[in-house]
């Protein structure tokens, strides 16, 4: 009898052992959920990142920002064409349904991006048309030369033409309140994992689909995803320190030793593809925050140094961030193209300068000023504001800290209703030029539509239209490096720091941070 | 009128004076009050004037020199380096000060209204009462954040950060006065059919001198007790708005607001930024209903 | 009684109404949905489209009235944030929040009546003083807070309970309940602690002060000098008749746990439709925070009319008086 129940111990066990190397489960959670299911319906960071999990791209980028490829091979513009790029895809790929994946799929894939109801259409505005040559080669033709075409394709996910045409799925989205278009709640891709159930906010679970076609290309180690949304940063902490949880994004940054130091439990961090900073009301001749009649007293170049001088980066660094940021000069992330490290220390704190810079401006005694602030948004965004207000006491200015939900925050900037605000800038194609479009050149109705600072300038944004068709790239960097110094001299927006991200996770999982925010889990190992 | 208001209050005093429960909890109350008031002379720091602030600061151990500047602090700094000694004295007059106004408005509005739909009667009771009806089955919080919502909409954008704190107290104000409305009307009806009332009526008193004059009195009790509750739900509403990212701006904390903040310390080690703001809150609050029990107790004599 | 009922109703109508316009007049306040809705490479174009399609550019009366007639057709839009429908993402979530309220409003009727008896019978006893006042520290500290103590204390500290979520759920026929399994049972008890705590102390004290009320009373008295036994007289006797106004002060407590589990939602990401609401104004989904305001009134003014037609039937005095205005 005891000899049968030690027998029946030890097959229980080994078979436990067998099953925990065949199958890993990881639960993990962030502060949101993906809004849905539908791959080209949202361009959005959480919503991306669950696609990523069951649907790719032709091109992604691997941890450390560089290109690898997905479901396609390799990548050229045309050799006879400057309008035209190759794509060749990877043979043999299935999606979840067992349909072959081909050239097909990808001009509809493409095409449904580029329709109406896409919010990814502005990354493929440059696209003409989309064909196939063949049925594992796509070409794209553009409106002119695009040599930065690839950098948008990164989160430009593949659906399975059958099964989209199939469950009437086509059109990407119905805001004006018709149906639920069924590619919200379903998903069919290609991806390492397929989808086992979704409550949305609540939980979502997803298992190794066993035919991917990297299965001896990468770890795979874990089989099954559990996807559970926390957003109460506390809460969040709390499921990770008490074993709930393995893997956590959103780590607050005063949280982030209390994790590292607890047994089993480690935290890996890396910078992210996000700068913050504050943008000023330059081109307006009086401004509506202020004090000051009849005069705009952030038109004068010297009052933004004085202001920029204030702001002691370092100690937002040390205090706010705990370290986990890192001062910006520049408004470009460490990774765009462009960026360059003398640039980005070009912000000092000199208070005495300052000072002088604003006598000398004529506003030697001050004036008040309204900073417009989200509190949900960006790592510690009100706590920034907050010190920066105390910042900028120091040289007179006198500011009213306005600071509110990102819901009311962002249509000020998007209406023109702020003077002086908050702003975070990622750039998901590592090209300045995405910078400046946004930015930098005058607001109009397709370009500038992010700068709410009235700077604009005719000539610099002629430069900046040139560049999408520049396939000379050492005179586009030319240009892009004599843009910045315009930028730079000419003050536009007061830069803070770059974030970073924070990922806390048990110490069995094995990954590094990427710098999208975009775990992806068919890299992960885990022991 | 007077005399009997001088023996009805020297009866509470007797009482007061012989709950050592009631004693203990008004003095804290009192020294809570006296210091919020005096805040600006008690407080070694003002954490309300932004230049005054050392960033550096933050994150210091109460009574240790902290590691940049080695300024010493009481009770700590927060993550802005504020004292919080002095941010919770400032804090708890706002806090104070939010509560006492709420609880103000939503009494006055609560008699007038209780007054006028008991001794008036008809279709304006049926409105009035109709009105308290839906408040009532309308979560204080939310009824709350739909006034916050709309009171900051229509604010001009410029007086918003100094309007903060009155849109609180309107918030509050106006989802709390039920509860006064419905006891005085209940009272009210009673009093109304009393001689008294009919005598004042007969001798040609006017409406309103007789609801002022004659039921008011006898109705201020349960009012103060409710009140008195009231005072320290209100403050706990101002946490809780707060939370919800409604409340007191972050560069004027009240006492909840520091809560809120002090929260998302809690793993991290800097236990002082939320356990004195909440000790102080639970004092405060707790002070408050023990003197609100008290009170209603002293005053239904038939439980001596 | 049936003028009366249907009186109740076309009032009870038009409070719906009002409350709907009142929300519909907050949420231009709220926010914007368009820039959450759009990713930060919209133009100045897909900003005007897409608040055409969802006619933003309309008055709000426009606006609500477009909501209203859609509604009374059973239709109540698609939620801007998950795009499907509300009805269909309140249902889901609906459970959740009722078991939790359920959970919670059972333990603070159970003990709140427990220890108000209790502190009423032991009036000077030193437990009822220790009772009375420690329960006072359960309302004198906000909602969030008592939750987020709780979950460092049982869930990080401990690690005997949850910190999060509902645990598995059995799906009955659409109504899923944690109530079959341990887990679920388990991720129950901090959240309807925190949630319960209010309401217990408020019954708990209302129960006493009912007690001590009926005690001194002279049926009571009577019963004492009749030589009744003290048990029979406090439970049979006494408690009995506290009870209506604590029916009915419960019965409009409901109100305030659906409201305060808003708060207890957040903090432990439970998912009813309290965090379905806060994730709706964070995001200005006016769909789902149109539909869950009237939703709450519906649900408020029925349980407001049911209070009064208990108070009609069991106590007829109150007709007279109430029949007209209230």
Known sequence: MKLTSTLLAATALTSMVAMSANAETIRWARAGDSLTLDPHAQNEGPTHTLSHQIYEPLIIRDTSGAFQAALATDWAPSADDPNVWVFNLREGVTFHNGNAFTAEDVVFSINRAKSDDSNMKELLNSIVEVRAAGDYTVEFVTNGPNPILSANLTNLFMMDKDWTEENDTVKVQDTDGGEVTFATTNAMGTGPYQLVSREPDVRTVLSAYDGYWGKDMFPLDVTEIIYTPIQNAATRVAALLSGEVDFIQDVPVQDLERVASTDGLTVKTAPQNRVIFFGMNQGADDIEADNIEGANPLADVRVRRAMNMAINRDAIQQVVMRGQSQPAGMIAPPFVNGWTAEMDAESMTDIETAKSLMEEAGYGEGFSLRLDCPNDRYINDEAICQATVGMLAQIGVTVNLDAKPKAQHFPLITNGQTDFYMLGWGVPTYDSEYVFNFLVHGREESIGTWNNTGYDNDALDAMIVSLASNTDLDARNADIAAIWREVQDQQIYLPVHHQVLNWGMSDAVGTEVSPEDDPKFKFFTMN | MERLARVWNSDLGWSFRHSPMALTAGIVVLILVLAALFAPLVAPHDPFNPASLNLMNGFSQPMEPNAFTGDVFLLGTDDQGRDVFSTILYGMRISLFVGFSAVLLAMVLGITLGLIAGYVGGWVETIIMRIADIQLTFPAILVAMLIFGIAKGVTPVEYRDQMAIWVLILAIGLSDWVQFARVVRGATLVEKSKEYVAAAKMIGRRPGIIMLRHILPNVMGPVLVIATISLALAIIAEATLSFLGVGAPPTQPSLGTLIRIGQDYIFSGEWWILFFPAATLLTLALSVNLLGDWLRDALNPRLK | ?326
């Open chain 3, 1 to 326: 009684m049936l003028i009366f009922i249907l009186r109740r109703m076309a009032q009870s109508l038009l409070v719906l109404l009002v409350v709907g316009l009142v929300a519909f007049a907050m949420f231009r306040f709220v926010g914007d949905p368009i820039d959450n809705m759009l990713g930060q490479e919209r133009t100045m174009e897909d900003i005007e489209r897409l608040r055409d399609q969802l006619g933003l550019n309309e008055p709000f009366v426009v606006q609500y009235w477009n909501f209203l007639t859609n509604a009374v057709q059973g239709n109540f839009g698609i939620s801007y944030r998950q795009g499907r429908p509300v009805a269909e993402i309140i249902a889901e979530r609906l459970p959740a929040t009722l078991e939790l309220a359920a959970v919670s409003g059972a333990m603070a009727v159970i003990f709140g009546i427990g220890l108000g008896v209790f502190t009423a019978i032991r009036r000077n006893g030193f437990a009822a003083h220790a009772i009375m006042t420690i329960s006072l520290i359960g309302v004198s500290l906000p909602t969030f807070l008592i939750g987020i103590l709780l979950i460092y204390l049982f869930s990080v500290t401990l690690g005997w309970l949850p910190s999060f979520g509902r645990g598995e759920v059995v799906d009955l026929g659409g109504w899923t309940t944690g109530f079959l399994t341990s887990s679920g049972l388990k991720a129950l008890i901090l959240p309807s602690i925190t949630l319960g705590l209010y309401q217990l102390t408020l019954i708990m004290r209302l129960v006493r002060a009912e007690m001590l009320e009926v005690l001194r009373q002279d049926y009571i008295r009577f019963a004492r000098a009749r030589g009744l036994k003290d048990r029979a007289i406090n439970f049979r006797h006494a408690l009995k008749n506290t009870l209506v106004p604590v029916i009915t002060i419960t019965g409009l407590q409901i109100g305030s746990i659906i409201a305060f589990a808003i708060i207890t939602e957040t903090v432990f990401q439970w998912p009813g439709v309290g965090l379905l609401f806060i994730n709706a104004v964070q995001f200005v989904d006016i769909p789902v925070m149109a539909a869950y305001l009237m939703m709450i009134s519906v649900m408020f003014v029925t349980i407001n009319l049911i209070v009064d037609l208990l108070y009609f039937t069991i106590d007829p005095r109150l007709r007279a008086d109430r029949g007209g205005s209230n």
